[in-house]
């Protein structure tokens, strides 16, 4: 079982900045994959960024070169460095623990808003 949280949804100028993090219960280096997801309103939730057990990152190609995954193992902190938003960034960003080994494999947060906007 692994409890995942997140934080530091706000609400943000175009072109600002803002930082999510997710939290984990368990070691975050023995997750399989920790995946960062986002639903707008009316809009299915979509991949954003994922990091691999080994460290490696995934980007979807809407956030490629503006947004940044990492983890600090210490704090069992995945993080979201997001840049240059955009109004169209606007959703409930979501952390996601998956373990294909465990039944059901999928954790998840509650969800942090995050709101571009002028």
């Known amino acids: 079982q692994v409890h995942v949280k997140e934080s530091g949804g706000g609400l943000v100028q175009p072109g600002g900045s803002l930082r999510l993090s997710c939290t984990t219960s368990?070691?975050?280096?023995?997750?399989?994959?920790m995946i960062w997801y986002r639903q707008a309103p009316g809009k299915q939730r979509e991949q954003v960024a994922l990091?691999?057990?080994?460290?490696?990152?995934h980007y979807a190609e809407f956030v490629k070169g503006r947004f940044t995954i990492s983890r600090d193992t210490a704090k069992n902190t995945l993080y979201l460095e997001m840049n240059s938003l955009k109004p169209e960034d606007t959703a409930v960003y979501y952390c996601n623990a998956h373990n294909p080994w465990d039944d059901p494999p999928d954790y998840w947060g509650q969800g942090a808003q995050v709101t571009v906007s002028s």
């Open positions: 368990v070691s975050i280096s023995e997750i399989y994959l």
């Open positions: 990091m691999m057990k080994s460290g490696g990152t």
